[in-house]
């Protein structure tokens, strides 16, 4: 008889305890469902993205890309790009550097980007003009002494190593480490003899 109460009650217990929830109808809290990740589109429209800055990297003036906080294996992978002129390789070659960008934070390059667009006019033409005086300097035997003539109070000594470091990495195919120290010294010369506008 106490067998058969048992057995009544654990019957009992199934029939009306607590309602038993099919995987369906089991209820979930909503913050710890884990986060979908990006769509397909989405991941492909992010490394368009991506690889596009990697192209404007390329075709950057080296005197601003010295200024980026970038990771020298990109610098050197963006000097090696612009010296190729076969179709195919320089593909690739982007196509690396599009890798590479993978681990870059965008957000300070773009806004670099910017930057230089809304850049004060006479930033813009002082930044011109080192451009010039670079190549001036590096393409011509008489542009050191010109450049002299404007900025007597430049160290000639300084600038005529750096020229001549330039011209040997150019001849040899090096990444433009010395091109692009003669251009932040030659921007600091001109820099410092210019007021700079606030505007």
Known sequence: MIAKRRCR???????????????????????????EPPSKSARKRTMHDLQQL?????????????????????VDAIALARGITKHEGRRRQLQYIGKLMRDVDPVPLRAAFAAWERGPAADRMRFAAVEQWRDRLL?????????????????????????????????????????????????RIVDAASPRSDS
Do not use: W
């Open 9 to 35: 009650a654990r019957i009992d217990n199934c029939a009306f305890g607590a309602p038993t929830m099919f995987p369906a109808e089991k209820t979930h809290d909503s913050d710890s469902t884990p986060l």
């Open 54 to 74: 990697g192209l404007d990297l390329v075709a950057l003036d080296p005197g601003r890309l010295s200024t980026l906080d970038l990771p020298e294996r990109l």
């Open 139 to 187: 393409d011509h035997t008489d542009g050191l002494t010109d450049f002299m003539a404007a900025h007597p109070a430049a160290d000639q000594t300084v600038l005529a190593a750096l020229i001549a470091d330039a011209r040997a990495e150019r001849a040899r195919g090096s990444p433009p480490h010395k091109y692009r120290a003669l251009f932040r010294e030659l921007k």
